[in-house]
Structure formats: structure tokens, C-alpha cells
T-cell receptor
Framework: GAVVSQHPSRVICKSGTSVKIECRSLDFQATTMFWYRQFPKQSLMLMATSNEGSKATYEQGVEKDKFLINHASLTLSTLTVTSAHPEDSSFYIC??????WGVGQETQYFGPGTRLLVL | AQRVTQPEKLLSVFKGAPVELKCNYSYSGSPELFWYVQYSRQRLQLLLRHISRESIKGFTADLNKGETSFHLKKPFAQEEDSAMYYCALSPPRGFQKLVFGTGTRLLVSP
């Protein structure tokens, strides 16, 4: 099956620094990738939709200047948390969309997640 | 507003017992409904989707539009079914912008 990887799996950084998280589709091309955030014991919340070659679409309440998304190729999307603060500490999960549009077999494949801790 | 509600945080059953994980949704229209599963230390993966009308690992889910529910059922639970289960919806024929429920942890004891 389709595999999505994330790097790093865990990162600890100081407050005020920026952190980049990579999401890669390993064996398929993904024109669309999604970024989610999950707080402890809570559900996944969609942050943004990343489209290859165009600007990301952010969900309401998500600061686009803080969470920079770049989808430079069909297999890579990056999320950069800029000027990170302790409240940004969370579990960030990406997914990649695969399928033929409109056929009804489209599927999202999820990465293993990245745990960010901002001190 | 789009919302998915899973009322049970934890469901504990014995092996061989029937299981029903509840999911109710709120959506203006006809969404696509999904069940995702996350086994211990593994990533989230699709279990089943309502448009496929399939049974995966013995699990089935029926969409009840009148009750806006999409409960997940299995007649005889197995220990390997122990996992976190998330119900999710997306707009019809959309890019699968998923809205997740808060999840139900299923624990199947021997």
C-alpha cells in the first residue's frame, strides 16, 4: 500500500526558533496533502490543505504566517512552525491524497506524525 | 456546522462479544463517512468508508441518514481489534477534507 513518511518523528526546540517538518509520499505522487494537529486525548484537527505548485489553503483560525506550508513537488510537503512557542507543542500529522478524482476510491494515507515540544 | 460525535471515549468488551462503536454526525447535505483505526504505535489507517459498503476485518458500518449515524459494528470482537477508532466525514466528492470525531478506544480482553 501507499506509504507516507514524516521527518523528524520527534523534535524539541527552544521558544522563538523555527522548526521544519517534512511529509513525503514514498511510492506515489500526491497533488494534495493535508496537515493535521492533535492535542493529547483530542481529535485530529485539520490545519491546512497543501496543493502542489500553489498556495496552501488554511482552515479558519490557523495562522498562515506562523505555519508555513510549502508543497514544492508531488512527493514532498513541508510545514514550518515559525517562532515557535510552548503552546505550539503538539502532535503534527500529515496525510497524502491518492486516487482518481470523482471515481470514489480516493484515499488519504497518513504519516506517523511528528511530536513537537517547544521549551 | 460540520461535526462528528463519538460519545464513548472507552469501550471495553470481552473476546467474542459484539461490539458497536457509536458515531453521529452533523452536516448540511450528504457527506462521505469513514472509519479510521489506529493500532498501538501505528499510524492512522482507513478501516472502511460508507460508499464501499464493504466489510473489513469483520467490521461493518451502516449509514443511517435519518438518525445521522454511522455506527461501527462487529459481531464477535477479537483481541487484535483493540485500538483507537475514529469516525470521520468529508464533503461529498470533495478533496476529503476530513472532520474527525474524538475517537473511541476499544479494549478487547481475553
Amino acid at each position: 500500500g501507499a506509504v507516507v513518511s514524516q521527518h523528524p518523528s520527534r523534535v524539541i526546540c527552544k521558544s522563538g526558533t523555527s522548526v521544519k517538518i517534512e511529509c513525503r509520499s514514498l511510492d506515489f505522487q500526491a497533488t494534495t496533502m493535508f496537515w493535521y494537529r492533535q492535542f493529547p486525548k483530542q481529535s485530529l484537527m485539520l490545519m491546512a490543505t497543501s496543493n502542489e505548485g500553489s498556495k496552501a489553503t488554511y482552515e479558519q483560525g490557523v495562522e498562515k504566517d506562523k505555519f508555513l506550508i510549502n508543497h514544492a513537488s508531488l512527493t514532498l510537503s513541508t510545514l514550518t512552525v515559525t517562532s515557535a512557542h510552548p503552546e505550539d507543542s503538539s502532535f503534527y500529522i500529515c496525510s497524502a491524497w491518492q486516487g482518481e478524482w470523482g471515481v470514489g476510491q480516493e484515499t488519504q494515507y497518513f504519516g506517523p506524525g511528528t511530536r513537537l515540544l517547544v521549551l | 456546522a460540520q461535526r462528528v460525535t463519538q460519545p464513548e471515549k472507552l469501550l471495553s468488551v470481552f473476546k467474542g462479544a459484539p461490539v458497536e462503536l457509536k458515531c453521529n454526525y452533523s452536516y448540511s447535505g450528504s457527506p462521505e463517512l469513514f472509519w479510521y483505526v489506529q493500532y498501538s504505535r501505528q499510524r492512522l489507517q482507513l478501516l472502511l468508508r460508507h460508499i464501499s459498503r464493504e466489510s473489513i476485518k469483520g467490521f461493518t458500518a451502516d449509514l443511517n441518514k435519518g438518525e445521522t449515524s454511522f455506527h461501527l459494528k462487529k459481531p464477535f470482537a477479537q483481541e487484535e481489534d483493540s485500538a483507537m477508532y475514529y469516525c470521520a466525514l468529508s464533503p461529498p466528492r470533495g478533496f476529503q477534507k476530513l472532520v474527525f470525531g474524538t475517537g473511541t478506544r476499544l479494549l478487547v480482553s481475553p
